[in-house]
């Protein structure tokens, strides 16, 4: 076996390899082709960073009440020597307890919630994404390379998945297994797996058929080898676009169920439940629901934007 | 064609009956859990067999799916613990009342969304297409809660032109309508204009408008006769699984303005572990979802003669 021999087979990928972070810089400076993706980049970045420094950033601790402010008016501020408690015990408000965004139905900060917030959302959403695209792609790749029953079971499955409107699996499975985080996961990834397989399993039957395949198949190289290493990283461009809009999707999802008081169990800020907790004050004090929906509503707005920046792109190569 | 209806109609019966047989599997596995649910986590173990023996809950599983099968086809849904009634008598009026809300929505986003996504295909790249582009990725990134909070911030709060609930206590009312039709609306409009954009400028690329255009034939014409009839198939199917998107979205919708429809039923019976009414709602949502990918299929087949019945 002389890989010298292959130019475009393992050997050359193997030379390509030191140059990667070259290419990764050069991909992100390809971004700014397209406005739409690097505001959408940029969005992205703000809320990763928002919710790496939450600790820096929150002006109070999240579960902080402060009872003078409850409901309060953005920007207002306690009036001094009101009464309070913490977890110390009774304390007094000094009037620098100032609220930014204004205060919840517990009286706790809003900017600091929705800061804090911005972690269970970043954390448990791109890991439902991954563990999805895990299953998806695994699934995917199979049952487009093998083809034959196994592709009919796989895909059979996942029409009758796919065929569940998408809430009602959530609610049914929610109610069946329970509200925890890793369940949510769990409900998530068995929701979405399907339709990523789907894409995979297209791109799959699309690229089984190309010289290089046919080649490493030639080679003897085993059926793994040839799914992860020659025709994987060859679907990649689809699938990271459709990533960026599952990723939303599945922020919204955490929203929504967090909203319906199915998602993520409190005391979690995720803004689905601050939204959640604050729904009988909405319209007396609408401030502590109104900034929670710009928030997440932000977050999917910049990850939308760069799917379809990235596919812009791709588009004019 | 028969033959390609009757495959079609077959494979639907047998998607409905695979997730008829997930759904009961998964709610009614496990009968312990069952008995915890309604008598209460507090229940003592010998209430709990007590009661499942009382309710056939002991019987093997597929003699229970049986029964409720054959119930379920008669139209028999149980006793709802929640609302204290036959399951079947609230779910239909709470059905009628999403239908509704249904079709209002479809019947103020289908004539929108396909004339942006017209207009956005017709000439692709240019100004308008860039605007409708941009509009539809802002609007299908807010989820329809935070819409739903937003509108009504500007219009319950801010304005006081329109009622914050839509629960229809003085009988129906057409302003209590707006806002949830609205919000799915936002929600889903974006998605059918891109799908129509896409299929627009697609056809707008092809050989027989180039054809047309250099014939010297008036834009306008070209359009309205020659690459409407071909664009507009791609979208009716969209148009048709959006029926699947709308069932998620009333959920939130009807639950956010206490709009006594199917959604905030389902929701309802979830949260109170009321299984007889969770498992029809869901097995009712599931017919129409299938039902409807179903029919997108068959007329897309029939739309587009280039697909042959296989």
């Not at chain 2, 500007?154 to 707006?178: A, K, Y």
Request: proline share 5%.
């Amino acid at each position: 076996m002389t890989d010298q021999t292959f130019e475009t087979g393992p050997g050359g990928a193997e030379e390509r390899r030191p140059n990667a972070l070259i290419r990764g810089l050069k991909t992100l400076a390809l971004l700014r082709e397209s406005w739409m993706a690097s505001i959408g980049i940029g969005i992205v970045i703000f809320w990763v960073l928002v919710a790496i420094l939450a600790p820096v950033l929150a002006p109070y601790p999240y579960e902080q009440q402060i009872g003078p402010l409850v409901n309060a008016e953005p920007g207002t501020c306690a009036e001094p020597d009101r009464p309070y408690f913490t977890d110390e015990g009774m304390e007094r408000t000094t009037g620098d307890e100032c609220y930014l965004l204004g205060g919840d139905n517990l009286g706790r900060d809003i900017l600091s919630r929705i800061i804090w917030g911005a972690r269970p959302i970043l954390i448990w959403a791109p890991l439902a994404t991954l563990l999805a695209y895990t299953a998806g792609i695994f699934l995917g790749l199979l049952a487009g390379y093998k083809r034959g029953w196994l592709d009919d079971i796989l895909s059979r499955v996942s029409d009758i998945i796919l065929s569940f409107p998408v809430l009602v699996l959530y609610v049914v499975l929610i109610t069946v297994v329970g509200r925890s985080n890793i369940n949510i996961l769990l409900a998530v990834t068995f929701a979405s797996a399907p339709g990523i397989m789907r894409i995979v399993r297209g791109l799959v039957l699309d690229l089984r058929n190309r010289d290089y395949v046919a080649a490493a198949q030639t080679r003897g190289e085993s059926s793994w080898y040839i799914m992860f290493v020659e025709i994987l990283p060859n679907a990649r461009g689809p699938l990271i676009v459709d990533a960026c809009l599952r990723l939303g999707y599945t922020i919204i999802t955490l929203g929504v169920l967090g909203f319906l008081g199915l998602g993520l169990p409190p005391p979690d800020p995720n803004w689905g439940n601050l939204i959640a907790e604050n729904r009988t004050v909405a319209l007396t004090s609408p401030q502590s629901v109104v900034f929670p929906c710009i928030a997440i509503s932000s977050l999917v707005l910049g990850l939308n934007m760069l799917a379809d920046g990235l596919r812009e792109i791709s588009l004019k190569d | 064609m028969i033959v390609f209806l009757a495959r079609r109609l077959v494979f639907m019966l047998l998607t409905m009956l695979a997730v008829s047989i997930i759904l009961f599997a998964m709610l009614e596995v496990n009968v312990e859990s069952i008995a915890v649910r309604v008598l209460g986590a507090y229940s003592t173990d010998t209430q709990r067999e007590i009661w499942l023996e009382a309710n056939g809950y002991l019987r093997p599983i597929y003699v229970r799916y049986i029964e409720w099968l054959g119930n379920f086809l008669v139209g028999d849904f149980g006793e709802s613990t929640r609302f204290n009634t036959r399951v079947a008598d609230i779910l239909w009026p709470r059905l009628g009342n999403t239908g509704l809300l249904a079709l209002f929505t479809f019947g103020i986003m289908i004539p929108i969304s396909l004339t942006l996504g017209v207009f956005a295909g017709m000439r692709e790249g240019s100004r308008t297409d860039r605007s409708i582009t941009f509009l539809s990725v802002i609007t299908t990134s807010v989820p329809e809660f935070a819409s739903a909070v937003l509108l009504s911030f500007i219009f319950v709060f801010w304005l006081g032109i329109l009622p914050g609930t839509s629960g229809f206590t003085d009988g129906f009312s057409l302003r209590e309508m707006i806002l949830p039709v609205m919000v799915l609306i936002i929600y889903d409009f974006g998605y059918v204009a891109r799908m129509t954009r896409a299929s627009m400028a697609e056809v707008m690329q092809s050989p027989y408008i180039r054809t047309a255009v250099l014939k010297g034939l008036p834009y306008r014409r070209v359009v309205m006769r020659h690459a409407l009839r071909n664009a507009l198939i791609a979208p009716f199917t969209v148009i048709v699984l959006q029926i699947n998107w709308l069932l998620s979205g009333v959920i939130v919708v009807e639950y956010f303005f206490a709009y006594k429809g199917f959604g905030a039923l389902l929701l309802e019976a979830a949260l109170n572990n009321d299984i007889d009414l969770i498992q029809a709602c869901a097995m009712i949502a599931v017919i129409v979802a299938v039902g409807t990918q179903t029919i997108a299929d068959i007329g897309y087949t029939y739309l587009n003669p280039r697909i042959r019945f296989t």
